[in-house]
């Protein structure tokens, strides 16, 4: 079993950052491919970003590319998601996930889930 905790959500306005962290009790982390997702209000989840074991590959959707980088510390078991540039339309509830072996951009092929946290941005 794998647990995740997203942390990092915040009200901001247009133009600014926010840094998201999402913390695992994978053993060992370095074993799990990460990503990114997010939903909003009655939207269908979203892939967002996906980071590789070793952080050597790296996938964004076309919405976030050159704004929002993932990346990895394997030593804290953390993978975060820097979101530069936010625009309105970036609100949402984000959450992380993991799964064993490469990367994917696809919900469905990642078992385990955060909670979410809430990232809003005004105009």
């Known amino acids: 079993q794998v647990q995740l905790v997203e942390s990092g959500g915040e009200l901001v306005q247009a133009g600014g950052s926010l840094r998201l962290s999402c913390t695992a009790s994978a053993r060992p982390f370095s074993n799990y491919a990460m990503g990114w997702f997010r939903q909003a209000p009655g939207k269908e989840r979203e892939f967002v970003a996906t980071i590789s074991r070793a952080a050597s590959t790296t996938y964004y959707a076309d919405s976030v590319k050159g704004r929002f980088i993932i990346s990895r510390d394997n030593a804290k078991n953390t993978v975060y998601l820097q979101m530069n540039t936010l625009k309105p339309e970036d609100t949402a509830v984000y959450y992380c996930?993991?799964?064993?072996?490469?990367?994917?951009?696809?919900?469905?092929?990642?078992?385990?889930w955060g909670q979410g946290t809430q990232v809003t941005v005004s105009s």
């Open positions: 996930a993991a799964k064993t072996y490469q990367t994917s951009t696809t919900a469905s092929e990642f078992a385990y």
